[in-house]
């Protein structure tokens, strides 16, 4: 939650709330007074308590002006605004979303940079950065120091100027910039730490109470706007998307602080590049995007050049545009994406190769599409589908597994024999196996009836802070529908459709298929239990039969004491339906019991996805 949204939460308690934070008080007709926020006697502090003014407060005693009860929390505990909306949800009985999701990032502190100092008043540093327009008082806030050239660059001299920018958080140095003044062929000479946790620059520099930051491109950028009294930080690694913005993920729990967050990066194509990555993990709902006007391509070059002051650069903020609603888009917009549907570019995502070399790209599991596999109960669909998963992993996909017909230790204990190809895994393998999915592997924990919009949500957050692109839902039945809710079933179907559509992700349905007079030969596209509108919505449908009458011969031939030697598969995979893709039809597999793998091949070997050499 937002905290205006938490606040309007608390609005709705609010007598409750000023009872919990000033005991002492006492309500006198549509007020809560008492003698100030930590509850003296007197009735200087006033609370009100209905009406269009609920919630706003002021204490006369000592001249606070409060907002709403969200700062009252503040206040009266004497903490900052994180703890208060901490406090606040837990008191109102929400419960925080995902906190022990995060992977667990072995990254590392960076040592008390060498010989550093603070900035000479008379020194190259300072003399740089007053010529950019940045005053003392903003240096000291934001805390930028000095450092010898030769140690972080031999070129350079001792006397060199390289300023030293310390990524702080809650009071721990968690990285370190350096910036070289002089710029050989005019390129910037930059170094950070290797290894530190990506964060945002300048937490240190933000009041405790304000719900709105800008977030610029640049350190200087956000220094440019502290000495306006706009709150600001910086993006640590330029702009541009993917890995440059990996800080999100470290800062996503912080950010929860704000209200709006305003988007002030420069303006050219990797500004716009890190800006649209950046909405589109944090939320269009609170993200505003300032447009510098040309000619200036960022807010240092407004003040520097532009002779930016206090009034210009708010007038930019306040006037920051809302991202548009997705669904209304010009033709025009689509020009590139259609010349790459017939010019595919080379690094084009072609999404999801499947584990069989033979099937090449007949068959791939591409961005924005939802995929349905069916077949006859006990037939191996999951097991195919956790076979996809393992194939996957070792490429960069990333998986959440939605899986409610099995507890989540018996999903990853399937997955860990098909990583590697091991049926009996040691403990220290299992371990190392474990502990290689960090970062690649979530799982849906909630064994039963799903509830589809929890799912969805907790879907939505996964694609935004952890960029997970590949979802497996397992299956159908277990989405809180009846067999013979076919309306409800259709609106399952398209909202994952939706979804799908939305965040570019792929996602794999499980759907039983309808009983039949014997399992001996493959259902076939209309056998999907359920509404017919669960195979019309799909981009794929794919059958998974497993071959009993090899099993069944292989049961009277060993009941006769004799070796079976059967080089027929064991399973077919069936493309029934592929709406972008244009080939339909069977591939013909060998399951190995082992590994509970699904081979190419009947003399083909299991794979090892992850290898594991045991140290002594």
């Known amino acids: 939650m937002t905290p205006s949204q938490l606040s309007d939460r608390l609005n709705q308690r609010a007598e409750q709330v000023c009872q919990e934070l000033i005991p002492s008080g006492k309500r006198k007709g549509h007020e809560w007074v008492a003698g100030d926020v930590h509850g003296a006697a007197g009735d200087s502090l006033k609370v009100c308590l209905g009406g269009g003014k609920i919630g706003v407060w002021a204490d006369f005693a000592t001249n606070l002006r409060g907002g709403d009860l969200l700062d009252l929390w503040v206040v009266a505990r004497g903490i900052d605004l994180r703890q208060a909306m901490n406090e606040a949800a837990c008191w109102l009985g929400i419960a925080a979303d995902a906190r022990d999701s995060r992977p667990k990032r072995n990254y590392r502190r960076p040592d008390r940079p060498k010989e550093i100092r603070a900035l000479d008043p008379n020194g190259a540093v300072v ?4 010529s950019r327009g940045i005053p003392d008082a903003t240096l000291k806030a934001y805390r930028v120091a000095e450092q010898p050239g030769r140690l972080r660059f031999p070129q350079l001299a001792d006397n060199a100027g390289v300023m030293v920018f310390p990524y702080l958080r ?12 002089a710029r050989p062929d005019g390129k910037k000479q930059t170094l950070q730490e290797g290894g530190c946790e990506p964060c945002l620059f300048g937490w240190q520099a933000i009041p405790a109470t304000v719900r709105t930051v800008v977030i610029t491109e640049g350190e200087i950028d956000a220094m440019t706007l502290h000495q306006f009294g706009i709150p600001a930080l910086s993006v640590p690694m330029g702009g541009g998307g993917g890995a440059k913005q990996d800080w999100i993920e470290s800062d996503y729990d912080h950010l929860q602080r704000f209200d709006v967050i305003y988007l002030a990066m420069d303006r050219d194509e990797p500004g716009r590049q890190a800006a649209a990555e950046i909405v589109r993990r944090l939320g269009a709902e609170r993200c505003r995007i300032v447009e510098w006007p040309e000619p200036y391509k960022d807010a240092n070059e407004c ?19 809302t991202m548009d609603p997705e669904e209304l888009t010009p033709a025009s917009a689509y020009l590139a994406a259609v010349l790459n549907e017939f010019y595919p570019a080379p690094d084009t995502p072609r999404g999801l190769a499947t584990p069989w070399a033979k099937v090449g790209d007949r068959l791939r599991f591409r961005p924005g599409e939802l995929t349905i596999w069916t077949g006859w109960s006990g037939h191996g669909k999951s097991l195919v589908l956790n076979h996809l998963v393992a194939a996957g992993l070792p490429r960069d996909e990333k998986f959440c597994i939605a899986s409610m017909e099995m507890m989540p230790a018996r999903t990853l204990q399937r997955l860990v024999r098909q990583l590697t190809g091991l049926d009996q895994p040691t403990p220290g393998c299992i371990s190392h196996c474990i502990g290689w999915l960090e970062s690649k592997l979530w799982l849906f924990d909630l064994l039963g009836t799903a509830k589809t919009d929890r799912m969805l949500e907790v879907f939505a957050y996964a694609v935004r802070r952890y960029q997970i692109k590949q979802f497996v839902v397992d299956s159908i039945a277990k989405c809180g529908l009846a067999e013979d809710d076919y309306n409800g079933q259709k609106a399952l179907v398209e909202r994952l459709v939706d979804f799908a559509h939305r965040y570019g992700a792929h996602v794999h349905l499980v759907s039983h298929s309808r009983k039949g007079t014997d ?3 493959p259902p076939g596209k209309m056998d999907v239990k359920g509404t017919g509108a669960i195979t019309d919505l799909a981009d794929n449908v794919i059958t998974i039969w497993r071959n009993k009458p090899k099993e069944e011969q292989r049961a009277r031939v060993e009941a006769d004491g004799q070796a079976f030697d059967s080089e027929k598969p064991d399973a077919a995979l069936i493309v029934s339906k592929q709406r972008h893709g244009g080939w339909e039809g069977e591939i013909w597999l060998w399951f190995d019991p082992k590994s509970q793998q699904y081979l190419a091949n009947c003399d083909n070997s ?5 290898d594991y050499i045991a140290r002594n």
């Open 127 to 130: 003399a740089y950065l007053r």
């Open 170 to 181: 809650d009071g721990q140095l968690l990285n370190c910039k350096y910036l070289a003044l």
């Open 303 to 321: 003040l520097i050049v532009g002779k930016f002051g206090r009034t210009e650069f708010a007038r930019c903020i306040t006037g920051a545009r």
């Open 519 to 521: 399992e001996k030969t």
């Open 606 to 610: 299991p794979t090892v996805y992850v």
